[in-house]
């Protein structure tokens, strides 16, 4: 079944769809970010202030390069991801205009989850992911935690439970860094790998906290 689930999902998103997707941190909404349409579907959903950026999801390190502009090293990214860490660079001229148009700069997931990352290789394009909840409420680890959405939503994959339901820390999300300044990092949200983040930030690779 995990072939007919990708690629009934990619069907979904390629059709202007919103889908329910399993991650390595919490459960996400996912659209297409170069389907302008659906991007406005999900803020709509949920609830979601328009000035608040949504993340892109890749399903390879290789594909960063296409829509940022990466100023650090290729190990550093392949370092941090796949995994539990957003990153925020500077976005390049492929990315939709639409996505974020307030701001030069655009996080990036790539999921330590094979489904979601075979669902972005699928897609082709960068997939716009948010946390499954509506906004201001707490992240989702199982499908029944978000059924106030599956009437808006094309599809639910369900994965299981993520991590412990019963740990506020399994509901984190990810840590979201700002590299875009060169030598510099910004701790944008804690989340549920900041220690290891750091450590590799700061002592492999020399980049020093810049102001939140």
Known sequence: GWREAVSAT??????GGLVAVPTDTVYGVACLAQDTGAVRSIYRLKGRDGGKPL????GDVDCIHRYCQVDVPEELLRDLLPGPVTLVLKRSEELNKDLNPFTSLVG???PDHSFVREVARACSGPLALTSANVSSQAST?????????WPHLSLIIDGGPIGDVQSPECRLGSTVVDLSVPGKFTIIRPGCALTSTVEILRQKYGLVPGSS
């Open 55 to 58: 993340a892109i999801c890749l």
């Open 10 to 15: 990619a069907r979904a998103l390629l059709a």
């Open 108 to 110: 990036v997931r790539i």
């Open 141 to 149: 680890l199982t499908v029944s935690e978000f059924q106030d959405l």
